[in-house]
């Protein structure tokens, strides 16, 4: 009885061997077939020619399996052909570290981002007075941070909230940047308004909401300067990473990653930090990758604990937000920090040894 059962065993180990054999070299042939495609710019995936194979296969259908196991059994098949061509698309993205294995360190001037030592980038949410920026970025200058952000632009939820002053926020974000030695991000919203938005910034801002706004990714990937694009609140780490294809596919390289945090049903965040997200982007792709400690958080109170996490979990650098008054701020006054909040929270960073101690 055993030694029928062993000799039985045996036959469907070599039937399971043929036929892994045979699937590789199916495998091997719609791999062929995939490449004379590419070559004739033809759609890889072809329903007719699916279900004619169907056809065909149910045609010949010997039993015991029913037609619908035969096809179902069959399209996994197909499916799997199809997934391995995907992977190979995957090899070949220009953000990914498979195309080029070192880091991408960015220019923003002659301040190197992802280099190694960790950047700041801080400011406040909106532009507001030539004042309140000054004040912000006097702040940076004693702290040793480079990158001051601030937005003139707002794409905000309700079209009665502040919508940003516009180009003549820019003006003053250039003008306080100057002043100190700073170097301005700030985001833009409109395809249209790059070529205005490279008289005043040192880098291009693409917000979460407008991460897949295909039109504006492409301009970005023209302009002559470094981008900072972040990730859509709904967005995939590959959806994230095929954002960043359509800049540097456009000759723009100088791509940053920022983590902003997704939605979720957690309430007690504003959104929903995606540590996970960090090590995966540096290690799927070579661009910088950043953490939005303010807006994935939506609150101050652990906001030095997430950036450690993000630090410690590799991340190039954290963006936060600064304001002289939080509490009178036009935009997310409840997530914003004071000065010496920002003096308080730079010690703390510095502790961990992750940043540098400022230079005076
Ligand atoms: C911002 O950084 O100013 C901003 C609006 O953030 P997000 O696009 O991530 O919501
Ligand atoms: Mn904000």
């Known amino acids: 009885m055993s030694h029928q059962l062993e000799h039985l065993r045996g036959q469907v180990d070599e039937i399971n061997t043929k036929l892994l054999e045979l699937l590789s ?5 719609v791999r062929a077939i995939g490449d004379v495609k590419k070559k004739q710019g033809i759609n890889r995936f072809d329903p007719v020619r699916e ?21 179902h059994l069959f399209k996994q098949i197909f499916k799997a052909s199809l997934d391995l061509q995907k992977q190979n698309h995957k090899k070949v993205l220009l953000v990914s570290r498979k195309r080029h294995p070192e880091d991408t360190v960015v220019m923003v001037g002659d ?29 940076l200058k004693k702290q040793g ?48 308004d790059m070529e205005m938005a490279e008289r005043y910034v ?18 970005a990937g023209s302009v002559r300067r470094p981008v900072f694009l972040k990730r859509g609140m709904s967005a995939t780490v590959e959806e994230f990473l095929f954002a960043a294809e359509y800049i540097v596919s456009r000759g723009n390289t100088q791509v940053m990653l920022c983590e902003r945090g997704i939605r979720t049903y957690e309430k007690w965040t504003r959104n929903t930090l995606d540590i996970s997200a960090v090590p995966l982007l540096k290690q799927e792709s070579h661009l910088p990758v950043f953490v939005d400690i303010t807006h994935s958080t939506g609150r101050r109170d652990i906001q030095r604990p997430v950036a450690k ?3 410690a979990a590799g991340a190039d650098g954290i963006m936060l937000e600064v304001h002289p008054d939080p509490s009178v701020a036009l935009s997310d006054a409840n997530q914003q920090i004071d000065i010496p909040q920002f003096e ?17």
């Open 25 to 29: 070299q199916r495998a091997e042939l």
């Open 51 to 71: 279900r004619d194979m169907l056809d065909q296969i149910v045609g010949k259908n010997p039993g015991p399996f029913d037609d619908d196991t035969v096809r």
């Open 111 to 139: 301040e190197p981002v992802g280099d190694g030592k960790r950047t700041i980038v801080a400011g406040p949410c909106s532009v507001e007075s030539e004042e309140q920026v000054r004040q912000v970025a006097q702040s």
């Open 145 to 192: 941070i480079r990158l001051l952000r601030g937005g003139a632009f707002k794409p905000r939820t309700s079209p009665y909230d502040f919508q940003g002053m516009g180009e003549e926020g820019l003006q003053m974000l250039r003008k306080a940047a100057d002043e100190y030695d700073l170097k301005v991000i700030s985001e833009i919203v409109n395809p249209s």
């Open 202 to 219: 040192d880098v291009i801002q693409i917000g979460a909401r407008n991460m897949q706004n295909f039109e504006l990714l492409k301009a």
């Open 309 to 311: 996490a993000a630090l």
């Open 344 to 360: 308080t929270f730079m010690e703390d960073m510095r502790v961990t040894g992750l940043i540098k101690p400022a230079k005076t």
